[in-house]
């Protein structure tokens, strides 16, 4: 049976739940409390919101060409957005309406993490999202890193929290005295972010529950032992994240292994990455490409990587269940993440079998149509009446009948 990786713990559970239930009766006072419990930094509620000159003097300090690749990261994910957007798509039976307000958790660590407000907040924007509500906790001394506000700023997004953790979440689901709450909440995040909007959900909608980065590296012996290596402490460095190689080729699982030792030498977290990858790297071997179709398939990455030579494409064409496919030598990760276009939130831990990654189809609610003439209605409404009173609905049936009359007595 299938559990999900947040879920493991009664104690974690407790203690979300308790966070949660304090939030929602105690507001702005229960937001300070946990925030100097969990963060400790200590803010007074109207220090949660960013200022919009610290905004706008973390976007003068950044440094220029980090700016420009900031940019055209923005506009790949913008204009890709835009081509798989179905909300320009027009029938008279269904319309396509923007969310109106959407929260956005960006994980707060000593070092930025523009890509996650770019992956998050332009799908949100290209669907037509009005307001924008980004909360991040106060990790960079006492505050938000300023390469984040520098991306907010950049994004015309003027509301940003310093505040984290499930008291965040909280807070954009029932909202407090000082923010607003949203109608959906997206964003990776620890456990605890993800248990609260597992909790939250129904109360607002969610985008999907993101668990440690993984990658799944489908290789044989046309591969290059070194980038497939390279790829895995890509994902292990995370630290937790998983890193797996499928491959039909003994003699090629040897290479990247001894490829895996050398590399990890180099690195400024070697343990950290080490021990990661002790408890969730793998080199699989298998008999056939046709075997690692299928458990890469039960598998269900996050990233699935292919590295095959010119078996690549035709081997994706049988992938059923990830979050994104890297296809050929020339497409790690690293592409999808900053880069390419697609959100680079995308489902984990085997959910792929069910969620998609991230876009902006996600930030738009469809609303059914119906329309019936006068003339249409008296077509369809024996059947309507049959079916109703098939299932015992007496009055909705007569809600139909009682139109028939005034149908009947009306003038060709």
Not at 71 to 97: D, L, W
């Amino acid at each position: 049976m299938r559990e999900a990786w947040f879920l493991v713990g009664d104690d974690r559970r407790t203690q979300v739940m308790d966070i949660l239930k304090e939030v929602k009766k105690r507001g702005d006072e229960a937001i300070v409390e946990y925030t100097e419990k969990f963060d400790s930094v200590e803010l007074a509620p109207e220090q949660f919101k960013v200022s919009k000159k610290d905004l706008e003097d973390a976007h003068k300090r950044i440094d220029k060409d980090l700016l420009a690749s900031i940019r055209q990261a923005i506009e790949n994910v913008r204009k890709y957005q835009k081509e798989i957007f179905i909300g320009n798509f027009k029938h008279p039976g269904i319309k396509y309406t923007p969310i109106k307000r959407v929260g956005i958790c960006v994980p707060g660590a000593s070092a930025p993490l523009p890509s996650t407000v770019i992956m998050t907040a332009v799908p949100a924007i290209v669907a037509g999202v009005k307001e924008i509500a980004v909360v991040s906790p106060p990790r960079y001394k006492g505050s938000i890193h300023p390469v984040i506000l520098a991306v907010c700023k950049e994004l015309k997004i003027t509301e940003v929290y310093r505040i984290g953790g499930a008291q965040a979440v909280a807070a954009l689901a029932y909202g407090t005295q000082t923010i607003k709450p949203v109608d959906k909440i997206v964003g990776p995040g620890n456990p605890w972010v993800q248990m609260a909007k597992c909790k939250v959900f129904g109360i607002v909608d969610i985008d999907l529950i993101a668990g440690p980065s993984e990658v799944l590296v489908i290789a044989n012996e046309k591969a290059n032992p070194a980038w497939v290596a390279a790829d895995m402490l890509s994902q292990a460095e995370h630290a937790p994240g998983s890193a797996v190689v499928f491959t039909d080729s003994q003699a090629f699982g040897h290479q990247t292994l001894e490829e895996l030792k050398k590399q990890l030498r180099q690195l400024g977290r070697s343990n950290e990455t080490t021990e990661c990858l002790l408890k969730f790297g793998s080199i699989i071997v298998f008999k056939s490409i046709d075997e690692i179709i299928t458990q890469a398939n039960f598998f269900a990455p996050e990233h699935l990587e292919i590295q095959c030579g010119g078996e690549s494409r035709k081997i994706a064409d049988k992938i059923e269940n990830a979050g994104a496919i890297f296809i050929g030598d020339y497409s790690p990760v690293a592409v999808g993440d900053y880069w390419a276009g697609p959100s680079h939130t995308l489902p984990t831990g085997t959910t792929a079998r069910f969620f998609s990654a991230l876009s902006a189809n996600d930030f738009i609610k469809a609303t059914s149509i119906i329309e019936y003439s006068k003339e249409k209605l008296a077509e369809s409404a024996e059947d309507i009446i049959r079916l109703a009173e098939a299932e015992g609905l007496d009055a909705h049936a007569k809600s139909v009948k009682i139109r028939q009359n005034v149908i009947a007595r009306s003038p060709d």
